[in-house]
């Protein structure tokens, strides 16, 4: 790697994931291209995913790419929210179309007409849809990789209730779920919380949101869940008659996660040799590095090919014309969680060389330990990724009691600042004015027992907000 993780992130990230054979920059402008193991991460989330939300009665649709403008006219608050970032389509061919085309922003405007003609009763619900699909959203500056593209992958879920009970009880098991697949798979710790009125999803009521910290010290949003209430259905007129043949509206939920926390991990766990890929986020578990000479060579490989045998999703690199070395340097670039090396020596003692990606610290494995061995390290390895991020995540969190104090901490640290706030948008636009720092969210623990007064007016408190510089 020619540059360094610890002083030039940005440049670093690039190299690395590029070096990496995960993605590959297109000819359009903020589009890039999913290589084959980035694609296999992502099918690992959506596998997931997948899995547990077909237990809450989920089932997955797609819809049309293209979405009529009349559509997206139907709710003015949706409109305003996103009409900066919508790209449109207005000829085919040589001739103009007769209506404008949006390509998805996200997919409520071209949903919600059908499920005006789908839902009916009481009986229709709930209805519980979700879908895996490509998204545009034009208006920005300055993309980066995974990270802040003007296409990308993510999972739209649309859920219907008959009562805002129901839709309130769906937010807390599409956030558990989200958790898992963040801690659990990601190795990524995060702050839960509310969103803002100004920073919530636009025509909904609520955002819940995950927000992590690069290691830029900005912070990123992660998945969300939006509570819509009863906006979108009046404006799409998605209706049901009742137990009691009277007419109302459903309550709905959108949730999702992209392919941009796929770049926040790979951000978080790599170092100055490369990435670093989480164990259960990762295709390849193992890496077996045969060591010989034409002497050798046929005891060797025939070993190899053992032990490949007795480690899930473990491969041999027997590549003619690469030294040992060479290949050390480009799994650990790649970010394989284990690497075995095996050689003449080895054998005759019974043992393997095992190399954690995380540590680099070397030890010797007896091979019938082996396959118990690389469990527990696997193991080991997710908790001391999720443990150094954490800890990353926490130093970087840091309280201001006034609002000088915030903009020193700002200014010198970045990251998040834990502040008292009002809860008014006015306080919070000014601070973001002269700051630059948006309140990311609320997190949930942060809410217990508060007091005091809010940093910038000095009115009582009624939350504690995390503030940051963010993506």
């Known amino acids: 790697m020619k540059n360094k993780k610890s002083s030039n992130f940005s440049e670093w990230y690039t190299e690395a994931i590029l070096s990496a054979e995960l993605?590959?920059?297109?000819?359009?402008s903020g589009c890039m291209i999913f290589r084959a193991e980035s694609i296999a991460m992502w099918e690992k989330i959506r596998d997931?995913?997948?899995?547990?939300?077909?237990?809450?009665?989920?089932?997955?649709?797609?819809?049309?790419?293209l979405i009529p403008e009349k559509f997206l006219k139907k709710e003015a608050e949706f409109m305003e929210g996103f009409s900066p970032e919508v790209a449109w389509v207005t000829h085919a061919g040589?001739?103009?179309?007769?209506?404008?085309?949006?390509?998805?922003?996200?997919?409520?405007?071209?949903?919600?007409?059908?499920?005006?003609?789908?839902?009916?009763?009481?009986?229709?619900?709930?209805?519980?849809?979700?879908?895996?699909?490509?998204?545009?959203?034009?208006?920005?500056?300055?993309?980066?990789?995974?990270?802040?593209?003007?296409?990308?992958?993510?999972n739209?879920?649309?859920?219907?209730?008959?009562?805002?009970?129901?839709?309130?009880?769906?937010?807390?098991?599409?956030?558990?779920?989200?958790?898992?697949?963040?801690?659990?798979?990601?190795?990524l710790p995060s702050y839960a919380g509310r969103k803002t009125d100004k920073e919530k999803f636009a025509g909904g009521l609520a955002s819940f949101s995950f927000e992590h910290i690069?290691?830029?010290?900005?912070?990123?949003?992660?998945?969300?869940?939006?509570?819509d209430g009863q906006?979108?259905?009046?404006?799409?007129?998605?209706?049901?008659?009742?137990?009691?043949?009277?007419?109302?509206?459903?309550w709905q939920n959108t949730w999702a996660i992209s392919t941009r926390n796929l770049g926040v991990m790979l951000a978080v766990h790599g170092d100055d040799r490369?990435?670093?890929?989480?164990?259960?986020?990762?295709?390849?578990?193992?890496?077996?590095?045969?060591?010989?000479?034409?002497?050798?060579?046929?005891?060797?490989?025939?070993?190899?090919?053992?032990?490949?045998?007795?480690?899930?999703?473990?491969?041999?690199?027997?590549?003619?014309?690469?030294?040992?070395?060479?290949?050390?340097?480009?799994?650990?670039?790649?970010?394989?969680?284990?690497?075995?090396?095996?050689?003449?020596?080895?054998?005759?003692?019974?043992?393997?060389?095992?190399?954690?990606?995380?540590?680099?610290?070397?030890?010797?494995?007896?091979?019938?330990?082996?396959?118990?061995?690389?469990?527990?390290?696997?193991?080991?390895?997710?908790?001391?990724?999720?443990?150094?991020?954490?800890?990353?995540m926490k130093e970087n969190t840091r309280e201001a009691k006034t609002y000088s104090e915030l903009k020193q901490i700002l200014k010198k640290h970045g990251g998040f600042v834990k502040a008292s706030w009002c809860g008014s948008q006015k306080c919070e636009e000014k601070i973001k004015d002269e700051t630059g720092a948006k309140i990311t969210n609320l997190p949930f623990e942060f809410q217990k027992n508060i007091k005091g007064n809010c940093i910038f007016c000095n009115e009582k408190a009624k939350h504690i907000a995390n503030f940051a510089k963010s993506y």
């Open 274 to 392: 490369g990435l670093v890929i989480p164990p259960k986020m990762a295709s390849k578990k193992a890496v077996i590095i045969p060591i010989y000479n034409k002497n050798t060579k046929k005891e060797v490989l025939k070993n190899a090919n053992k032990i490949k045998k007795l480690i899930p999703d473990s491969f041999v690199d027997n590549r003619k014309d690469y030294s040992p070395g060479y290949k050390f340097h480009e799994w650990e670039l790649k970010g394989i969680p284990l690497r075995i090396e095996i050689g003449p020596r080895d054998i005759k003692n019974n043992q393997v060389v095992l190399v954690r990606r995380d540590t680099l610290k070397k030890t010797q494995v007896k091979i019938p330990a082996l396959k118990k061995t690389c469990k527990q390290e696997l193991e080991n390895m997710h908790k001391n990724l999720y443990t150094n991020a954490l800890k990353f």
């Open 156 to 187: 739209e879920g649309h859920t219907a209730f008959a009562t805002k009970k129901e839709a309130d009880e769906e937010v807390p098991k599409i956030m558990k779920i989200y958790n898992y697949i963040l801690k659990d798979m990601m190795a």
């Open 214 to 227: 690069l290691p830029s010290k900005k912070a990123i949003q992660g998945p969300a869940v939006h509570q």
């Open 23 to 28: 993605m590959e920059y297109s000819d359009v």
């Open 231 to 250: 906006n979108f259905s009046k404006a799409y007129n998605i209706s049901f008659l009742d137990q009691n043949k009277k007419k109302q509206y459903v």
């Open 94 to 154: 040589n001739s103009r179309l007769s209506e404008k085309l949006a390509i998805r922003p996200t997919s409520e405007a071209i949903m919600y007409p059908y499920l005006a003609k789908w839902i009916r009763s009481w009986k229709d619900l709930p209805f519980k849809m979700n879908q895996w699909s490509n998204i545009v959203r034009w208006e920005f500056n300055n993309p980066v990789p995974f990270l802040r593209t003007r296409e990308f992958l993510f």
């Open 48 to 65: 997931e995913l997948d899995k547990r939300i077909r237990k809450l009665g989920v089932k997955n649709v797609y819809f049309p790419l």
